[in-house]
T-cell receptor, first 113, second 114 residues
């Protein structure tokens, strides 16, 4: 069964550094998402992306965050200057059409020290 | 702003019995509801969904019930198996021409006792 793949599985970075989290969505999917889960908390929406542009973003997704689909397969989340509170599991998800389930990757654990 | 609530953080059920997980929502614009299962160090895995035009959807051992007037949904697992032990998240979305985000509840940790 096709799956969403995320790399790396764990990223450790120092505060103030830039990180790029990478995702390969399922190949025929059109809608792409980033979510995050801080330890012990709920899964929170960050951003949705469709037709090569952001369709919705949350309050968390401030100017330090950006997303890109540089080619036909990758979908990336960049954090320009990481903060301690950015430490979380980051999940990429995709879907092929409206009113269909989101398929999630296994996440990247980001640790900011 | 807890638009989707799962009031039971944990639930223990004997193997073979029925597990019932509950979820409440406050946003009347939600019209598509899903249940996800999550193991540690993995992403959420889709289990079952229901749209607001239905009040029940079944898939094998899993049944989701939706009570729109009460803004309540539940997931029934019967019979419960040890492999069902995981964290279960309820999620909801509203009509936004396909881009609608999912809003998740806080999760219920289900433990199946052999």
């Amino acid at each position: 069964e096709p799956e969403v793949t995320q790399t790396p599985s764990h990223q450790v970075t120092q505060m103030g550094q830039e990180v790029i989290l990478r995702c390969v969505p399922i190949s025929n999917h059109l809608y792409f998402y980033w979510y995050r889960q801080i330890l012990g908390q709920k899964v929170e929406f960050l951003v949705s992306f469709y037709n090569n542009e952001i369709s919705e973003k949350s309050e968390i997704f401030d100017d330090q965050f950006s997303v890109e689909r540089p080619d036909g397969s990758n979908f990336t989340l960049k954090i320009r200057s990481t903060k301690l509170e950015d430490s979380a599991m980051y999940f990429c998800a995709s879907r092929d059409r409206a009113y269909s389930p989101l398929h999630f990757g296994n996440g990247t654990r980001l640790t900011v020290t | 702003d807890q638009q989707v609530k799962q009031n039971s953080p944990s639930l223990s059920v004997q193997e073979g019995r029925i597990s019932i997980l509950n979820c409440d929502y406050t946003n009347s614009m939600f019209d598509y509801f899903l249940w996800y299962k999550k193991y540690p160090a993995e992403g959420p895995t889709f289990l079952i969904s229901i749209s607001s035009i239905k009040d029940k959807n079944e898939d094998g051992r899993f049944t989701v019930f939706l009570n729109k007037s009460a803004k309540h949904l539940s997931l029934h697992i019967v019979p419960s198996q040890p492999g069902d032990s995981a964290v279960y998240f309820c999620a909801a979305s509203g009509t936004n021409f396909g881009n609608e985000k999912l809003t998740f509840g806080t999760g219920t940790r289900l433990t199946i006792i052999p």
